[in-house]
């Protein structure tokens, strides 16, 4: 074997390779290194979306390399990159600093990280066990980068002390004022108590109650990763918090700077596996951040060790297309006060975010005299940034929710009040903030700030159109916000209807824009096939567990399934096992999924429909699938799971969506043994059961199933 190839402009070193791959994802990494070397980044977006698999989601999504994006660093600096794995993380590093040097195990591994990144000529990949490859190394790199890495310290050291032992050899290849930046899971991530599986092991609260002696990885509390540090002489490190966790990070939280109340959205998506729900983490989160224990457990943490940044927080929206790519953040002036900097993290959004500086021109001049206060901006060429004073108070969404939660509909009114007051300003001025939503609002006093007035255009929007999309976006983030009902606004306002509809459209249309058609991480999700499951003895309160025969109903406005979005129907089966349900349905529900049991068995859709027009012969454009079954007959399907699903796909664009819906549904439910259904599965021809289209015409007409691919969504939630 040569010592030495390249691939591309980078270098492979096979010096320390023992030959064997020691670590390694199966067969897909076949495909990865296929995907890679005849396709380019642009491209990869696309092909997450196509193959639905949580390796090549995890290998190939830019997301992966938030976790280091964000980090201030030298153009000239020098990166010691320690288990480089696919090169997620490999080509952000190439593109900040000068020289990179990467480690990994596996040849295949480093294969792909080489086609990947081969444009990069400052990319250097030694393969082999770090400890064999250590003494090679340089001693002069101002970081060292552990993603994913240091849980696996006692594989790659062994020893009785294998962490401490890996620090110490990491720090002599440091030079002096350089940092070390470990990400890895919390063994008390809030998540874990909440239903997840731990990540290396598979198995529910493992981290929690203390691993093996012989266990793959091994992750830490906070405390524990302290007394390891400080074991080793390290005592300058400094906490971030990534959120949901360091793999797909959308947002990163300090010590100085904690998760604002209604911040942190209720994290029931889990890629690698099914989760369980054991109750709502948003909720718990908002009083574990109150009593300041959120370092405690948040689900990871990011470490720097050696000297600390002046970036407090960070948040990425990078889920669209790339005019529109900018990260936000807040950092620490020179003179010790807060200020907010937003950045293009790509060429084409450079226009957008120096746009924000006439953006504020614009709105300070409509609403001079006004009792609407802009956030100034300014432009700062020389870090490609535009520049805010950071705002104090209340965000005007919160205000609401306290309202809610104290039950004071009359205060909850009269915010809404002042609102369309201040707003009502110069509404013949050519200038309008899209997103003058409640959560942009920031309230202290008598002075209400705008803080973030990115989607503003130079034209005029109709103020009941603004307070229209201002209740629609709070609504739908939390579903206790729904005990405000915005009809008598609406009738307030004029607001027809038929003039909802087209705004609901419009919507659409802007997240369509905003995001270029791409499917959003919920939609990809929800491909990739887990689950979010519900013990039954916690799915209605703490009575008894579900009866058998026992339905439920989930609704998916974009943010997946949650137990807090589902209802069980009054309506039950009769003697014949046969139930009719009519079920309400709101205009922002994307996805209906209806469980009618909670056992094996079979189902028969006898009648389904639409706001009067029958799903059964088309009129009403619904896709209806088992999820987790097979259909047997034209109007039939069988499950061998005790969480039967069938979803109503409700985002096709020739559907007549009206403000509430009426989705009738007839079934007969036969409960079958699980023995017995597993018989019928396998026996079952899947080419005669699932035939192409043109075969199905029969079925088509007869319930409105589509065997169709699923088209894209019509909403695209932004997840900021």
Known sequence: MQEQIKIGNVTLNFKHYSGVDLYSDGAVENDLLDIVKNHKKEEYPEIIEKKASWPILYHLSEQRANIVEWIPMDPNAKVLEVGSGCGAITGMLAKKAAKVVSCDLSRRRSEINAYRNRECGNVTIHVGNFRDVEPDLDKDFDYIFLIGVFEYGQGYIGTDNPYEKFLRMLNRHLKKGGRIVIAIENRLGLKYFAGCSEDHLGTYFKGIEGYTADSVAKTFTRNGLINIFKKCGMNDYHFYYPYPDYKLMTMIHSDSYFPKFGELQDNVRNFDRDRMVLFNEKHAYEDLVKDGMYPDFANSFEVILGPGFDTVYSKYSNDRVDEFKIRTDIAISRSGRKIIKKFPLTEAAREHVYGLRDAYLGLQEKFRGGDFEINDCQIDETEGCAIFSFVNGVPLASLLDQCIDRDDMDAFNALINEYIKRLNYKTDYPVSDYDLIFSNIMVNGPIWTIIDYEWTYGKCIPPKEQVWRALYCYRL???????????????????????????????????????GNRKSLVEIWKDIGRKVIVPKELSKGADAARAADCVQVYFDEGAGYSEDDSIFPEEQYDDNNIIELDILVDSRCKVLRLDPAFAPCMVTVIEAGWNGQSIEDGSADITLKPVNGEWITDDSFMFNTDDPNIEFDLTSSGLSIKEKNHLTVKLLTTMVPKNAADAIINSIDVSQANPEPKEKVGIIKKIGRKIVEKREARYYRDEE
């Open 477 to 515: 983030e939390d579903r206790k916000r729904e005990k405000f009902d915005p009809k008598a606004v609406y009738e307030r306002l004029g607001l027809k209807e038929k003039e909802i509809k087209v705004l609901l459209d419009e919507e659409y249309a802007f997240q369509k824009y905003v995001t």
